[in-house]
């Protein structure tokens, strides 16, 4: 990762005066820092890049930048920053959220997003479990996963963020570990380039009410070099290993984005002449 040296900007310009208020220990101190470097890494001006978040710990990201931000409403952050970005197509757009606000009520807008292919980052901080509200089983709490609220584990099968991401055909698919810091902030900056949707799941433990530090930390393990990330069944194999937790970019292909898309439309339909409304309406009598 040569970048990792080669940050041009310094941290220190994206950092807000607002008191980081995470619990102590938890994941996303480390995603926080990985943005910061991404960030100086990819020369980004605040004044010209968004962050927008949803519900839970991760929505208080973007305060903690001096970058604009939007901390919406449940479960709405990738329309939020889909409609931010088609508005003023300038603008770098990061959406971030956790595994409840993206995969339970938001749950519907993660495909639509990833077909649409609107060029943003959509960072979502997996702690598998909800947080703010003490320990109820989250979207991604696996079967086996004990917490205080879930003293015999939870009831639902769990879902895997990069299955979804695969199956709904992201030009763009990731994962990072918010224990491999270096590794995080490259992927960030890889995102951040990649022209479309592009989805980057970091597992990012809750210390206090699911801590998977210790599970994580032994065994993730980074994708083999020798993967092809154009190769999407190969991506699929890595996805379904029972045995490891894969780190690092599964899958990567160039598709137009959504703007460029509707240009090509609006070209098309200007290339047909001026529009006479009084015959539009005649059709429909």
């Keep these: 990762m040569p970048e990792i040296s080669q940050i041009k900007a310094k941290t220190e310009n994206y950092k807000s005066t607002v008191p980081v208020t995470w619990c102590p220990g938890c ?15 990819l020369s980004l001006d605040p004044k010209d890049t968004v962050i927008a978040s949803g519900i839970g710990c991760s929505g208080r990201l973007p305060i903690f930048t001096t970058c604009y931000g939007f901390h919406g409403v449940h479960g ?11 508005a003023n197509p300038k603008l770098h757009v990061f959406a971030v959220g956790g595994d409840g606000d993206g995969l339970a009520i938001g749950g519907g807008h993660f495909p639509h997003a990833a077909r649409r292919n609107v060029d943003i980052t959509y960072i979502m901080l997996d702690n598998s479990i909800y947080g703010l509200t003490k320990g109820q089983a989250s979207p991604t709490t696996g079967k086996n996963s004990s917490a205080r609220s879930l003293p015999y584990g939870a009831a639902e099968d ?8 695969l199956a709904y055909n992201a030009s763009f698919v990731a994962r990072g570990f918010s224990g491999q810091l270096n590794q995080l902030i490259d992927l960030i900056v890889r995102a951040a380039r990649h022209p479309g949707f592009s989805f980057l799941h970091v597992i990012s433990p809750c210390v206090v009410f699911n801590n998977t530090y210790p599970y994580y930390s032994k065994n993730v393990t980074m994708i083999p070099d020798s993967h092809d ?14 045995d490891k937790t894969y780190i690092g970019v599964f899958h990567e292909v160039i598709r137009d984005s959504y703007a460029k898309r509707t240009e090509k439309i609006i070209d098309i339909a200007q290339s047909k002449g001026k529009g006479d409304m009084n015959f539009l309406l005649d059709s429909f009598r």
């Design 158 to 165: 769990n879902l895997n963020p990069i299955g979804l991401a």
């Design 76 to 86: 709405r952050v990738l329309p939020t920053a889909t409609g931010i970005k088609l």
């Design 229 to 242: 990330p154009k190769n999407k069944l190969a991506a699929l194999d890595l996805w379904q290993d029972p």
């Design 27 to 41: 994941g996303d101190f480390s995603v926080l820092h990985a943005v910061y470097k991404a960030m100086g890494i």
